[in-house]
C-alpha cells in the first residue's frame, strides 16, 4: 500500500483531514496485519465519505463498514472486519457503541446545540460522541463506551436545566422517521446547477454561484462542476438550504425537459 499515494489522490485537503486519513489508514493496516478489528471514531458525513474514497483505491483494503450505532446515522465510526467477524455482528455489538438517553424537562426547549455545547464545555473530544437526537421529550445520545460511565455520572446540566441520563438499549431503538417533502419537477438537463435550481426553488444562475464558491456538496463531498452529472440516487446539500436526495430522475415531457422526483429533508 502507497500511504502518501492513497492521500494525495483526495485532492487539496486540510492538515486536519490529512492526520485524520492517515490515522484511518493506520487502523486499517493493524486489522490487515493481524486480522483484528479496529475502529476509528466518529466521522462526520463528509469525513466517512472522503474516507471511504481513499479506501476504494487502496487494492487489498480489508472489509469494513460505517455504523453510528443505528441504521441511517449521520456520524459514524470506520470499523476494519477480522475475517471472522461479520457485519451483521459488528452492527450488533455493545462493546464499542453505546446511548444514553434523558428526558426533556416540560417547556424546556432543549436542542441538539444545548446538549453539543454542554459536551464540548466539559472537554469531551468530538470524536467520542455521535448523532445527538432531540425530540420534544427525549434526548439520545449516542457514544463511544470508553466515556459513557464518566458522562452518565458528571453531566448533570443541559441549557439551565438539570437532566438525568440513563443507558439506552440499542437492540430496541428505532431511529426517528424524517419529515421530508417530494418535489416533482422537469429539468433542462440533469446537470448539478439544474437539479439543485429545482430542488431548493431558486434561480439556476444562484445554484451556479453556490456551486462556484463550493457551498455544494454531492455525496457530503464539495463540487464545484455545475455540469457535473446528477444520478438517482445521489444526496445533495447546500450551506444554508438544507439537502435532498435524487429518488427518480429519467423520462421527457413534450419541451424535451426530464422529468424529476426530489426528496427533501426540512
Request: proline residues 2%; hydrophobic residues 35%.
Given at each position: 500500500m502507497?500511504?502518501?499515494?492513497?492521500?494525495?489522490g483526495l485532492g487539496n485537503q486540510s492538515k486536519e483531514d490529512r492526520l485524520l486519513l492517515a490515522r484511518a489508514l493506520d487502523k486499517g493496516?493493524?486489522?490487515?496485519?493481524?486480522?483484528?478489528?479496529?475502529?476509528?471514531?466518529?466521522?462526520?458525513?463528509?469525513?466517512?465519505?472522503?474516507?471511504?474514497?481513499m479506501l476504494s483505491r487502496w487494492e487489498g483494503c480489508p472489509r469494513h463498514l460505517f455504523f453510528g450505532g443505528y441504521q441511517g446515522a449521520e456520524r459514524n465510526m470506520l470499523f476494519f472486519l477480522p475475517d471472522y467477524r461479520s457485519a451483521e455482528e459488528a452492527q450488533a455489538s455493545s462493546l464499542v457503541i453505546g446511548a444514553l438517553q434523558t428526558a426533556l424537562p416540560p417547556g424546556s426547549g432543549l436542542s441538539h446545540r444545548d446538549f453539543l455545547g454542554a459536551l464540548m464545555g466539559m472537554g469531551i473530544a468530538r470524536e467520542t460522541i455521535g448523532d445527538i437526537l432531540v425530540d420534544e421529550t427525549l434526548c439520545t445520545l449516542f457514544l463511544q463506551r470508553e466515556v459513557l460511565s464518566f458522562l452518565q455520572?458528571?453531566?448533570?446540566?443541559?441549557?439551565?436545566?438539570?437532566i438525568q441520563?440513563?443507558?439506552?438499549?440499542?437492540?430496541?431503538?428505532s431511529p426517528p422517521v424524517p419529515k421530508t417533502r417530494?418535489?416533482?419537477?422537469?429539468?433542462?438537463?440533469?446537470?448539478l446547477d439544474a437539479v439543485v435550481s429545482s430542488g431548493f426553488s431558486i434561480s439556476r444562475n444562484r445554484a451556479a454561484g453556490l456551486i462556484a464558491a463550493g457551498q455544494v456538496f454531492l455525496g457530503h463531498l464539495p463540487?464545484?462542476?455545475?455540469?457535473?452529472?446528477?444520478?438517482?440516487g445521489d444526496l445533495i446539500s447546500a450551506r444554508?438550504?438544507?439537502?435532498?436526495?435524487?429518488?427518480?430522475?429519467?423520462?421527457?415531457?413534450?419541451?424535451?425537459?426530464?422529468?424529476?422526483?426530489?426528496?427533501r429533508f426540512m
Open positions: 502507497n500511504r502518501e499515494r492513497l492521500l494525495q493496516e493493524r486489522s490487515a496485519r493481524g486480522n483484528l478489528s479496529a475502529h476509528t471514531g466518529f466521522l462526520n458525513q463528509r469525513e466517512a465519505a472522503l474516507a471511504e474514497t455520572d458528571s453531566m448533570e446540566m443541559a441549557g439551565k436545566y438539570k441520563w440513563k443507558e439506552a438499549d440499542l437492540s430496541s431503538f417530494i418535489i416533482r419537477d422537469t429539468v433542462a438537463a440533469l446537470r463540487c464545484r462542476k455545475p455540469d457535473r452529472p446528477v444520478r438517482e444554508g438550504f438544507g439537502r435532498f436526495s435524487v429518488r427518480e430522475a429519467g423520462g421527457a415531457s413534450r419541451k424535451g425537459r426530464i422529468f424529476v422526483v426530489l426528496e
